[in-house]
């Protein structure tokens, strides 16, 4: 048996938490599949005594999560606590600069600093791998990258946010209003207490983004992505677009005007859109996501299914710990960062 992949994970939150379960309970399946035991070395959060529900006792604590980029006991280091910069970045920039492979769920992150991390993983030789940090449990980011590489992508779209999206279709049901069926989400778990970031289009923005470079061979720029939330849209609305033979959803595209001043130029946008009721999205429901990638020779492939969730989330970050253990620790926009457009 080959030696283990030995991971230092930081954040146990609901998806780390369920990033050990994952591994505990399908343990035997991924060494068969990844020809080496997948094996958690040492953990850190914010909060040793919070209650998880699952048992640390194997793991070494780390004080300061920062120093799990130091650990000559470990090969990769996953990072699931989250926002742009702070201690998710320091960490991001210390695995990578010392060697390691590093693995995040971290969508803000890889919006705003993904160039220079996978500059970082290039010049040092660690994998830069973010499958969770698009879509939860849907493989998208590897779909688009390895399934989808032999074609030129004409357009990227989808329902990048299940917030908005339960949401819009549960005022299309209800024929509620905005403010009520937002409570609703909250009270189910499907909006945060501050929704700010979901229900204004930045969420989805960020991960609109990520999809785009990969797809279109450019460089991030998050700041190009113009992005407009659903908060004005109110029950009216939705029933205009019912006679209309629409529905309303939150949608991200990105495309490339090869026609306009400065082409070939690269749009991004984030914005309610009046969906046909016989397009792929317009059956998307609730908090589930969908990607359409549309390409020159394959057409339209469709990527659907949950796009949070502690189980789902958990799966796309163990499934770049297989690939990396499997030896698969290419690059992470399939080109290197240098051969990128600024588009």
Not at 51 to 63: K, M, N
Not at 107 to 134: D, N, P, R, T
Not at 252 to 280: E, S
Not at 327 to 341: K, N, W
Request: overall charge negative; aromatic content about 4%.
């Amino acid at each position: 048996m080959a030696e283990p992949l030995r991971i230092a994970l930081a954040g146990l939150g609901t998806v780390g938490t369920g990033v050990l379960r994952l591994l505990a309970t399908n343990g035997a399946t991924l060494t068969k599949r990844a020809g080496r035991p997948i094996e958690v070395v040492a953990v850190s959060a914010r909060d040793r005594s919070a209650e998880r529900g699952v048992d640390l006792a194997a793991y070494d604590w780390a004080e300061d999560m920062t120093t799990l980029s130091m650990r000559d006991d470990v090969d990769v280091v996953v990072e699931l606590v989250g926002g742009s910069d702070g201690p998710a970045l320091t960490l991001a920039r210390g695995s990578l600069a010392n060697g390691r492979h590093f693995v995040t769920a971290n969508k803000a992150m890889v919006a705003h600093h993904g160039m220079e991390l996978a500059e970082l993983a290039e010049a040092h030789g660690g994998a830069f791998k973010f499958e969770a940090a698009v879509a939860g449990g849907i493989p998208v980011v590897k779909g688009l990258r390895e399934g989808a590489a032999a074609n030129r992508i004409e357009r990227i779209s989808g329902i990048l946010n299940g917030t908005c999206n339960f949401i819009l279709s549960e005022m299309e049901r209800s024929g509620a209003d905005f403010a009520d069926v937002l409570t609703e989400a909250q009270a189910k778990g499907f909006a945060e207490a501050d929704p700010g970031f979901d229900i204004e289009g930045v969420d989805a923005a960020h991960k609109l983004a990520i999809l785009a470079a990969i797809g279109f061979g450019a460089r991030i720029d998050f700041d190009a992505v113009a992005i407009s939330g659903i908060t004005e849209v109110g029950a009216a609305d939705i029933a205009r677009a019912e006679t209309l033979g629409f529905v309303i959803r939150l949608v991200g595209v990105a495309d490339c005007d090869t026609q306009g001043p400065g082409a070939p130029r690269l749009l991004q946008r984030v914005r309610p859109c009046l969906v046909p009721k016989n397009h792929p999205l317009a059956h998307v429901t609730g908090p589930t996501n969908a990607v359409v990638v549309e390409g020159n020779f394959s057409g339209r492939l469709l990527f659907q299914g949950a796009g949070a969730g502690d189980g789902p989330t958990a799966s796309s970050v163990v499934a770049d710990l297989v690939d990396i253990a499997r030896g698969d620790t290419g690059l992470p926009f399939s080109v290197p960062v240098a051969d990128l457009e600024p588009l």
